[in-house]
Nanobody, 127 residues
Framework: VQLQASGGGLVQPGGSLRLSCAAS????????IGWFRQAPGKEREGVSC????????GYADSVKGRFTISRDNAKNTLYLQMNSLKPEDTALYYC?????????????????????WGQGTLVTVSS
């Protein structure tokens, strides 16, 4: 079971990036998948999630209306489209998978309930 996050980079404020999270060894659609981020000196925070079977999604208040999570089942890949980026979005972004209770209602999941984690991809928003 492996998750591979990619797509990070340097972008100016107001710009956009799309992060990808490719899964291998399991079917992504069977799991709840979450995006998390951790900025230097700060705790890890949940950014967005999508439930198994795309039943529902969740977003942190700080990214609502700017970020969109989606899944391409044919490619077994999850995406996070990030628009109107702000300097405070700068962080290492991780994707993680959860299989079990509440996998069909991911907003109820805490970060410690995710079973598998990918390596991070760095997003830097700066002029």
């Amino acid at each position: 079971v492996q998750l591979q996050a990619s797509g990070g980079g340097l972008v100016q404020p107001g710009g956009s990036l799309r992060l990808s999270c490719a899964a291998s060894g399991f079917t992504l659609d069977d799991y709840a998948i979450g995006w998390f981020r951790q900025a230097p000196g700060k705790e890890r925070e949940g950014v967005s999630c999508i439930s198994s079977g795309d039943r529902n999604t969740g977003y942190a208040d700080s990214v609502k209306g700017r970020f969109t999570i989606s899944r391409d089942n044919a490619k077994n890949t999850l995406y996070l489209q990030m628009n109107s980026l702000k300097p405070e979005d700068t962080a290492l972004y991780y994707c993680a998978a959860h299989f079990g209770i509440n996998m069909d209602n991911c907003p109820l999941l805490g970060s410690n309930e995710y079973n598998f984690w990918g390596q991070g991809t760095l997003v830097t928003v700066s002029s």
